[in-house]
């Protein structure tokens, strides 16, 4: 039997049917939908193709696993403010959301079903993450386990200078973009023109990730997770995971109170790690995940 799982995005909406084992059968994408009627409009005629045991979903903000209710405001503000059980009620199946960024890191728990342990860190606009203990998602008493970008690495001053403002990709290109006086910069053009020795880029990654290894550093002696996964598009860049690695490094060096190196990884999944994590999130609160 499959698993209706559902990735809702800022652009595009994705679905797959999966195993229980995280195969995928099928899949399709939608360019984000203007409207609440058109989604669920391409939802039924996903779902209305073959038999589904269940309907797993990420998607942006908060949810109360109560309601089922999306809290929050996201770049996809329709979705939220209303029942998604009551509106996929219909099709008689158990439904199961949870926030993106928790499914990235919950999606590690199939590629590594050995971690205990674990910390995902999203890096983006700005910075999401996940926290893994005993090999469950921990949501806090307020679901805000495993949000990263909230911590403050710097004394506030006007404004809160907290991680997800300093150490993201958002403000590596904003920082750029002020320097330079030119607004057609983003993440991927950084590096190919630091590549090429532009000291204004190779200052700028310079600059995120030591913002970002002092953020992981401090998530290290946490939690002392296995590992700590990064995610977010930048993640699949190899210069970007060797550049932390590096700032990390030189902290360990230079202090001796860090007796331990984290261990840095990119995320598995890449691009589909959301409907790998819903649907593990969707066997665990079913009961079914093999690994519990």
């Not at 996940?130 to 806090?140: F, Q, T, Y």
């Given at each position: 039997m499959l698993i209706a799982t559902i990735d809702i995005g800022g652009t595009g909406?994705?679905?797959?049917?999966?195993s229980k084992e995280g195969e995928i059968r099928e899949k399709q994408e939608l360019a984000t939908p203007d409207n609440l009627d058109d989604l669920l409009t391409w939802l039924d005629s996903c779902l209305s193709k073959r038999a589904y045991q269940g309907i797993a979903m990420s998607v942006p903000g908060a949810v109360d696993r109560e309601t089922g209710v999306i809290g929050g405001i996201s770049a996809v503000p329709y979705v939220h403010g209303f029942s998604w059980y009551d509106k996929l009620a219909s099709y008689g199946l158990p439904v199961?959301?949870?926030?993106?960024?928790?499914?990235?890191?919950?999606s590690e728990l199939l590629a590594h079903p050995e971690l205990e342990n674990a910390a995902c860190v999203v890096i983006g606009t700005g910075i999401g993450g996940?926290?893994?203990?005993?090999?469950?998602?921990?949501?806090?008493r307020h679901s805000l386990g495993g949000e990263f970008g909230y911590m403050t690495t710097l004394s506030p001053a006007e404004?809160?200078?907290?991680?997800s403002q300093l150490a993201s990709t958002g403000n590596m290109v904003r920082y750029v973009i002020e320097k330079s006086g030119q607004n057609d910069w983003d993440g991927r053009r950084i590096y190919q023109e630091a590549a090429a020795g532009n000291t204004?880029?190779?200052?700028?990654?310079?600059?995120?990730?030591?913002?970002?290894?002092?953020?992981?550093?401090?998530i290290q002696?946490?939690?002392?997770?296995?590992?700590?996964?990064?995610?977010?598009?930048?993640?699949?860049?190899?210069?970007?995971?060797?550049?932390?690695?590096s700032e990390?490094?030189?902290y360990v060096?230079?202090?001796?109170?860090?007796?331990?190196v984290p261990e840095i990884l990119a995320c598995t999944y890449k691009g589909e790690a959301n409907l790998y994590g819903a649907l593990v999130n969707w066997l665990q609160e079913e009961g079914q995940w093999p690994h519990s």
């Open positions: 909406i994705k679905f797959a049917a999966m199961h959301l949870e926030n993106d960024a928790n499914c990235v890191g919950l996940a926290m893994i203990i005993n090999g469950k998602l921990h949501r806090g404004k809160l200078n907290n991680w204004l880029c190779q200052e700028a990654i310079e600059r995120m990730n030591r913002n970002l290894a002092q953020g992981l550093l401090n002696y946490l939690i002392d997770p296995d590992v700590i996964s990064l995610g977010g598009s930048i993640s699949q860049n190899p210069d970007f995971i060797q550049g932390v690695r990390i490094a030189y060096d230079r202090y001796e109170e860090y007796s331990v």
